[in-house]
C-alpha cells in the first residue's frame, strides 16, 4: 500500500512537470497553430538558468525559478517575434526554423554551461523530508506537486475565465472574425507565446531537481511533451494536466512493475490512446 | 512541381545545347569526375547520394502526398539494421541478401507505423510519426540483441559483397554501385510522381475533401504513398549502413529524422530535384564545417535553417531553376 502511495506520488510529481511542459506547447499549438519545437529546448534554457542562479550562486530557490523563467519567457518571445511571426500557417517552415533553434541553442548552451550534466539538486528552502504513512518522502518533491497544481488552476483560470483568454478561444475558433471585431491577435498571441515560454523555464527549474540538466535534455523533453499532448489532446490546459498526470503516473508504476519495459509504457499508452481516440483524451479536433 | 511545368513550357525551341547544360554537368560531375578524385571526396559524394535517395523518397510522401513525417529515420535506421545485423548475428555481407532484408523491414515497419500515424493529420501526424521514430530508437537502445556487446549501436560492418570471386568492392566501385542504385530509384520515383497515382497525391494534398468526394480513397493513397517512401528510406538506409561501417541509435532519431525533412524544404519542396540539391547543400556545409569548426557546427547548421526560412522561403532550389530559366532563354533566343 505505502509502495502504491509511494509511486503515486512520484508519478504525479514527475507528470506535474511533464504538465508543465506540455501545455505551453499545446495551447501555443492549438491557438497559434505553431509548432515549436524549440519549446524543450526553452526547457532546458530554463533548467541552466535556475542551475546557475539557485545552486551556483546559491540565491533563494524562487529567484531561481522567476529568473529561469524570463530567462526562457525572453528567448521565446525573441523566436516568436523575430521569425516564427512570419510563419503563421506555413507547417514545414515552422518545424525546420524551430529546429534550427534547437541546434543553436543546445550548442550555445554547450558553450556557455559546458557537457558535462548538471545532477539533480535540491533547493535548500525544500530539502529534507515528511512522513508519509511511515514513509519518508522528499519534500522536494511535494512541492513540485504542489506549484503544478497551482500553475495548472492559474492557468486554467487565465484561459477560461479573464479576457485574454476568451480572445485566444475566440482566435482558435475564427481567427479573421475575432480579427474583425478589432482585437489586436498578434499581440495577444505573442503574449500567449511568451507566457507558454515561461512556464517551460519555470518547468525547466522545477525539473532539474528530478532530472537534472543536460546537453541532450531539450529533445528528450520535447518528446515526452508531444507524447503527453497526443495523450491529453492538443490546445487546452486540462488535456495537458490529464495527459501529464496519466503519462507520469504511467511511467512511474512501469518503472516500479516491469523495470525493463519501463521505457516503453507510455509509447504504448500513445499508441493506445491514438488507435482507440486519435484527438486525445480531451483534444478538440484532428 | 507546377510551377517547373509551366516555366518549361515557355522555353523557346532551338536552345537544345544550352537546354541539357545541367544534365550534361551533371553528368560530369556524378559520372565522370569520381573517378579521378581522391577516395575521401568520392566517400562525401556517396554520402551526398545516399541522403540524396533518402531525401527524395521523403519527399513522395512530405512533398507530393502533404504528410510531414518526422520519423522517417525509424525506416532509414531500420534498413541500416538489417544489414548489420546479418552482418553481426548471421556473418552474411551479401548484398543480395542485405538490401532485399534491409528494404523488407523497412517497409514492413512503415506499413506498421504508417496504420497507426494516419488515423490522424496536420502538425498532429508529424507528433506522432516523430514519437514513433523514438521507440524504435530506444528499442534499439535497450535490445542486447541489437547492439555489438559493450557500445550502442552495431560496428564492424563492411562494404558488400557480391558473391562473386575475385571481385571486391572499393571506395570507388562502392560509389558507383550507390549512383545506380540512386539512379534506378530517381527513375522509379520520377515515374511514381508523374503517374495518375502522384497526380492524385497532389491533389490530396491541396484538398483532400475535394479528392474524397471524386471517390478517391484518399487514405489508402496516403497510406500507399508513405510505405512507398518509408521503402526508399530503407534503401538509403542499407547503403548507408554498409557505407558508415557502423550503425547507432542515433540513425533511428530525430536528428537524422529531420535531415531528409531540412533537405527538402531547403532545396524546394515542390520540385522532383529540390531534395537532391538540398542534399548537396547540407552535405557539403557539414563537410565545410566540421573541417573547419568541429565543435560549432550544429550552430552553423541551425544557422543556415533559419537564413534559409527568412530569405529562400520557397527552397534554393527554386531560385537556382529560375536562374536557370532566365539564363537558358536569354542565350536560346540569340540562338534560335
Redesign the interface.
Known sequence: MEQVIINLLNGLSYGMVLFLIASGMSVVMGAMNIINLAHGVLYMVGGYVGWTIAVKLGAPFALGLLTGGLAAGFTGLVIERGFLRHLYRQTNEQVLLTFGFVYILTNLSLWVWGGWPRMPFTAKVLSGSIEILGKAYPKARLAIIFIGFVLAIVLWWLQDRTRVGAMVRAGMDNKEMTMGLGINLERVFSLVFFVASCIAGVAGVLGAQLLGVYNALGLEILLLALIVIIVGGVGSVQGALIGGILIGVIDAFGRALFPKLAMFTMYFTMIIILLVRPSGLLGRRV | METAKQETITQPEGSQLVTFAPHVAGVVILVILPAFLSSYIQSVMTRFLIFALFAMGYNLAFGCAGL?S?GHAAYFGAGGYAVAVLKLHYGSNLFWVGAPVGILVATLIAAIFGI?AL??????F???T???G??LY??A??VSWLNTPGMQGIAGLSLPSFGIAGFTLNTTSFYYLVLLVSLICFYLLFRMVNSPFGRALVGIREGEARMRSLGYNTWLYKYIAFVISGAFAGIAGVLFGYYNYLISPTHLG??TS?LP??MA??GG?GTFLGPVIGAAIIIFVELFASIMTPE?W??I??????L???FA?EGIGVYLWRLWNKVSYHYGSIKG
Not at chain 2, 547548421?301 to 533559419?306: A, H, M, S
Request: aromatic content about 12%; proline content about 2%; glycine content about 10%.
Open positions: 510531414i518526422l497507426i488515423r490522424v493529420s496536420g502538425i498532429y508529424l507528433l506522432v516523430f514519437a514513433l523514438q521507440l530506444s528499442v537502445w535497450n530525430v536528428g529531420f525533412m531540412c524544404i531547403i519542396v560549432r550544429p550552430l547548421l541551425g544557422g543556415l535553417f533559419v534559409a526560412i527568412m522561403r
